[in-house]
Nanobody, 114 residues
Framework: QVHLVESGGGLVQPGGSLRLSCAASGGIFSIYAMAWHRQTPGKQREFVAVITSGGITNYVDSAKGRFTISRDNAKNTVYLQMISLKPEDTAVYYC????????WGQGTQVSVSS
């Protein structure tokens, strides 16, 4: 069983930056593909970014050039660096670990507003 805990969310003005962290425990972190998803009320959870065990990354189009996903296997942690934030980035951001199953964290709120 993999346990994921997100942190780093908060309120930021448009154009600002945040770095989300997701600490994993209970599994072999280095073998998992790690991803970030987000969800707003009344909408389906949306894929944001993924990083494979080999370090290959992929992003939703709206995040390309603004978000960077990275991982530190020594710290069992995955990060999402977000810059040039927009109001439409407001959501609960969830961390996920993927192998034969998918494990989810509890989410962290990101609010972008002036």
């Amino acid at each position: 069983q993999v346990h994921l805990v997100e942190s780093g969310g908060g309120l930021v003005q448009p154009g600002g930056s945040l770095r989300l962290s997701c600490a994993a425990s209970g599994g072999i972190f280095s073998i998992y593909a790690m991803a970030w998803h987000r969800q707003t009320p009344g909408k389906q959870r949306e894929f944001v970014a993924v990083i494979t065990s080999g370090g290959i990354t992929n992003y939703v189009d709206s995040a390309k050039g603004r978000f960077t996903i990275s991982r530190d296997n020594a710290k069992n942690t995955v990060y999402l660096q977000m810059i040039s934030l927009k109001p439409e980035d407001t959501a609960v951001y969830y961390c996920a670990a993927h192998d034969s199953m998918t494990y989810w964290g509890q989410g962290t709120q990101v609010s972008v507003s002036s």
